[in-house]
């Protein structure tokens, strides 16, 4: 009697749960830029629980699901699809690659705070999360990456690959950054809290909403927003400089005035203000600068506690 091995082909499961991995992330970077979004003044706990997933993990499995959307196969081709640890390990990698590049692109055109960064980090998981929902859709359904066909292999027994063990160790490493990089979500340069600062302006119905452009009317009315919930009654002063912009930067670079503020119970403190500049053809850039208490005799953006920027059109 000759021994053989019998290998059970992977059953294909129904479409929407062939794919509610990336159902499930695309969900989370939604849900967790709308809650940032709403300034709903959860504790920091809590937003760095919901922050630190939200970019090293989500942002880079979306891409890993649209860069391969096919399953590992032992007897795999010259390109082979890497198994569930090593999505995993990828995962972590590619987030923590994207999220400083949607970093610096926010930089460019706004104050690079938490919320602003959420919400293209979200746009980024979304665009990918479709991507591969599409990839997926047009292999053959055995041919498909489940999450359930992992799970299969591991109560059968079935060995890893020995470099799987690279993997392995290398995704352990870079959840030891993920941590330490959550301390620095939860906690800001100076180990207060996270403090937010947006602007906001009025919308359609009357009431105020946060900002999303980089420009702003002239003679218009609008709020700054500080918000720091683990430091009700702390003292912030917000300095407005503005500027002629040009291709070498700023210049005639003026202090239009200082604000102070002190937040209340909930950590939230607001400063409004009214426009009233003499443009003409001059496109002009206002900047406030946020401080912790009394502001240094130069500021600057170097020495703000956080800083936003914008045109006056």
């Known amino acids: 009697m000759s021994d053989r091995t019998v290998q059970s082909s992977p059953v294909a499961l129904p479409r929407l749960a062939s794919s509610i991995d990336v ?69 972590v990698g590619l987030s923590l690659f994207v999220v400083p590049l949607v970093g610096v692109a926010v930089d460019a055109v706004w104050s690079l705070t938490l919320v602003p960064v959420l919400d293209t980090v979200a746009a980024v998981t979304i665009a990918a999360g479709v991507i591969a929902l599409v990839r997926r859709e047009r292999l053959p359904a055995g041919e498909r990456f489940e999450v359930t066909t992992p799970l299969r292999r591991a109560l059968a027994g079935t060995t890893e690959r020995p470099k799987t063990q690279v993997f392995l160790i290398v995704a352990v490493l870079l959840s030891v950054a993920a941590v330490g990089a959550g301390g620095v979500v939860a906690t800001d340069d100076s180990g207060q809290g ?40 702390a003292n912030y002063t917000v300095v407005a400089r503005t500027g002629i912009a040009t291709d070498r930067g700023l210049v005639e670079e003026r202090t239009l005035g200082r604000t102070s503020l002190t937040l209340g119970d909930g950590g939230t403190g607001t400063a409004t203000y009214e426009l009233d500049l003499e443009r003409g053809d001059r496109p002009l850039e206002l900047t406030y600068l946020l401080y912790e208490g009394e502001p240094p005799a130069e500021p600057s953006r170097e020495n703000a506690v956080r800083w936003l920027r914008v045109r006056i059109g």
Do not use: C, K, W
């Not at 359609?204 to 009315?221: C, R």
């Open 194 to 233: 996270v403090t937010e600062f947006y602007l906001t302006t009025e919308g359609p119905d009357g009431e105020q909403v946060m900002a999303t452009g980089e420009t702003i009317g002239n003679e218009s009315v609008h709020e700054l927003v500080v918000e720091s919930p683990a430091r009700p009654g």
């Open 23 to 91: 159902a499930a992330v695309v969900l989370l970077a939604l849900v967790g830029a709308i809650l940032f979004s709403l300034s709903l003044g959860l504790p920091v706990a809590a937003r760095a629980v919901i922050a630190v997933p939200l970019l090293l993990f989500v942002p880079g499995y979306a891409v890993v699901a649209a860069l391969y959307p096919a399953a590992h196969r032992e007897n795999g081709t010259a390109v082979d699809s890497p198994t569930a640890v090593e999505r995993g390990a990828l995962a």
